[in-house]
């Protein structure tokens, strides 16, 4: 039997993909610390038998004995990561740490779940893996992305140092079932705001760019690398259909709610102006591609924000 | 009286900016593990009233008393920071998180010394302190150049988040009396290679370019950097004079000994191939610029490495 630690598997990815491992039979433990998850997230999973709960912060050592480790744990989105940024940076990094010293002890793989925002305001378009970025070092951004790209270098040291047998992949936007209603991220809000009949809210001229990825697509790629004996990546996992904020806000008034209406606001520092994966090298080498067109990700959406926001049809 | 932590202190930079400390009369505490410094270098300083010598990790918490905290400790030439990966990372940030932790606590003011690897193989020439860099997260040098980065991150969110008093500097190459003779940087390798008769190793075509800074120039940099009570950084310190590695070749055979031969070897990965910092910040803010040119810094090493290499006249 596969034992597997999810770290973050109280969140929006993780607890999709302890559905995914928990559906399939492996062994799954769930640590979370609740920063941005939530017991609604995995309370449908508390009564199967192949799946434990654990409240713990990864900036603490913990002892397990696992097989495989995913993890996931750090806030995700601007507004959590920005409350507390030094949490944020210690969490990246001493979480990570504390990770791969669980999978040195146990032999486990392990699997860190990076980000685009390593590439930073690229430069470079589509992103390939080799891109090494454009970042701001010390800008408000950049406990996240300099805390993930500290935790990559971290889990490449580890593998060369040690022999350890890691993995990384690269996320890009993704959205779903499960989002925090509250963490600002522009696909959450649009849905939440047509639903609810407010002004979506276009940050800046709405002409930046992003690529969105419906959950069960980077559940998929996640659990392929991971499960690949060949290849540690970094992968980029994402879908490469490119959409301004204005595209993405035409599409949810579409799907979701005819009568939105659009609410210019100010954008916030470092935004990125374009982003857009280059994914050859996951399908070249582990035969995956994303599934789910915007529109009907979107879709797939709507029943979940309206039961959470206590929408009746 | 100004008391200075000086961390890394036993080392080539630590030791020359503990002298200057010491001369002026703060009460200098001096904290290095030994890794890469010796005691050789602050042996004169020992009997000094002012002039204090701990043993210690900063990997580990440290409780102290200070005013001032100069954090050096870090290993600084790639064979070094090359010899453990994870430590140098370790170092660099969870290092740099104990001694702001330390400073929050006394609210004593912290300057980091960063570095030009920030930049890393930069694009943009010469490198402003706005520059965001080129580096890559994820090969050899990652450790050091990501834990810089990681670490000048941190220091700018406690400073947000905290209102702490800090303060960066982006160090450019330094070279000066006690540097490691076994450190394998090409100032230290050509002067050691010179006196001793060897031939002078060139890396790769030797056309890549860096621009050297004579320690004191560093130090009193440094100092400028510290005592303003206006600006944080990060400041460019460094000489903006910039050789090939094969006019440095020339220059030392010049300086050092005219019979000196060449040899060519295999570059390091990732080796950037220019470096150059803009320092008009520094000396618009600061009234700073270096004062020593090239030829003249390498006639001051000659007696400490001959001394170190035990070569008579
Ligand atoms: N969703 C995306 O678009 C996206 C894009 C790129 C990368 N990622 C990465 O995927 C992972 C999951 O993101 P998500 O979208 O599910 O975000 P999320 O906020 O929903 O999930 C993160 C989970 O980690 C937990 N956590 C945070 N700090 C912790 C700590 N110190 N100790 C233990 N648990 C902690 C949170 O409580 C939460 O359950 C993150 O690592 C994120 O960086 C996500
Ligand atoms: N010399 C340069 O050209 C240059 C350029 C850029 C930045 N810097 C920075 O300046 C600082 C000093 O560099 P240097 O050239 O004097 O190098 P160095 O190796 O001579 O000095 C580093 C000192 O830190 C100590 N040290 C290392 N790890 C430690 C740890 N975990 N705990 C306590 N002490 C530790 C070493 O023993 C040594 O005494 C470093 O932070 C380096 O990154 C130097
Ligand atoms: O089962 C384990 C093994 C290690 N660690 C933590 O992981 C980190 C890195 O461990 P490693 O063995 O790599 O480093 P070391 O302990 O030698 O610094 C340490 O802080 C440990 O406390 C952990 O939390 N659980
Ligand atoms: O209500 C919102 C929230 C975000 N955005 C924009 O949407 C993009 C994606 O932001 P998000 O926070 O979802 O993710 P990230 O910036 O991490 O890619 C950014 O350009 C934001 O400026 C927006 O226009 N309206
Ligand atoms: O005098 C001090 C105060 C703090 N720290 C260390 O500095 C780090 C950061 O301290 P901070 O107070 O910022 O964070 P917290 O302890 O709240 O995580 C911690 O690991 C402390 O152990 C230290 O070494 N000496
Ligand atoms: O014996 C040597 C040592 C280094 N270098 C080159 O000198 C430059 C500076 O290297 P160093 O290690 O001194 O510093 P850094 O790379 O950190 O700037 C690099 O391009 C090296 O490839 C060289 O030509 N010969």
């Known amino acids: 039997k596969n034992r597997v630690l999810v770290t973050g598997g109280a969140g929006f990815v993780g607890s999709h993909l302890c559905d995914y491992l928990v559906a399939r039979g492996d062994h799954v433990i769930c640590l979370d610390n ?83 925002e390593v590439y930073g305001d690229p430069l470079q378009h589509p992103q390939t893996e080799e891109y090494w970025g454009n970042v701001n070092p010390i800008g408000e951004r950049s406990c996240y992305d300099e805390g993930k790209r500290a935790a990559e270098c971290l889990t490449m040291d580890y593998h060369r140092e040690h022999g350890q047998e890691v993995r990384i992949v690269r996320i890009f936007n993704t959205y779903g079932p499960r989002m ?29 760019t992003r690529s969105f990825q419906y959950v069960s697509d980077l559940i998929e790629g996640m659990v392929r690398v991971m499960d690949n004996d060949e290849h540690i990546g970094p992968f980029n996992i994402g879908n490469p259909g490119e959409f301004t904020m204005i595209e993405l806000a035409e599409m949810v008034k579409k799907v979701v709610n005819p009568n939105a209406e659009f609410m210019w606001v100010e954008n916030t520092a470092d935004d990125p102006s374009r982003r857009r994966p280059n994914i050859t090298k996951a399908k070249t080498l582990l035969g995956w591609e994303p599934k789910i067109p915007l529109q009907e990700g979107l879709l797939r959406m709507v029943d979940d924000f309206k039961k959470r926001l206590h929408i009746e049809e």
């Open 180 to 208: 925090a209603l509250d963490d600002g991220r522009v696909v959450s809000n649009f849905v939440s705001q047509a639903l609810k009949g407010e002004p979506l809210t276009l940050f800046g001229d709405g002409k930046q």
């Open 34 to 116: 609740f920063f941005t998850g939530s017991k609604d997230n995995i309370a449908h999973l508390l009564d199967k038998e192949n799946f434990e709960l654990i409240r713990h912060d990864v900036v603490e050592p913990i002892l397990l004995e696992v097989d495989q480790i995913y993890h996931l744990a750090c806030p995700a989105s601007p507004v959590h990561y920005k409350y507390n940024p030094i949490k944020t940076i210690k969490t990246s990094f001493i979480g990570t740490m504390n990770m791969l010293g669980l999978a040195k002890r146990c032999r486990a793989r392990f699997l860190i779940s990076s980000t685009s």
